[in-house]
């Protein structure tokens, strides 16, 4: 491989990395089963708080017909 030609390789190849870098990937961030598990629980707990506040909703609404 003649001078030029591997001068040109090896700056591409910086270039190249440079620019890999730089973009960043579309990977989401990890999260850890635990933390997996807490979201779940604190899900849980906002649509049973949900139920019960609409079945409070829903015997008020029924007490105002009757």
Do not use: F
Request: charged letters at 35%.
């Amino acid at each position: 491989m003649n001078r030029r030609k591997k001068i040109n390789q090896t700056l591409k190849g910086k270039a190249k990395k440079a620019n890999a870098k730089k973009a960043g990937s579309n990977k989401p961030k990890y999260v850890s089963k635990a933390e997996r598990e807490l979201v779940q629980q604190a899900e849980q707990q906002e649509a049973s708080q949900l139920a019960v506040l609409s079945d409070d909703n829903q015997e008020v609404t029924a007490e105002q017909v009757g």
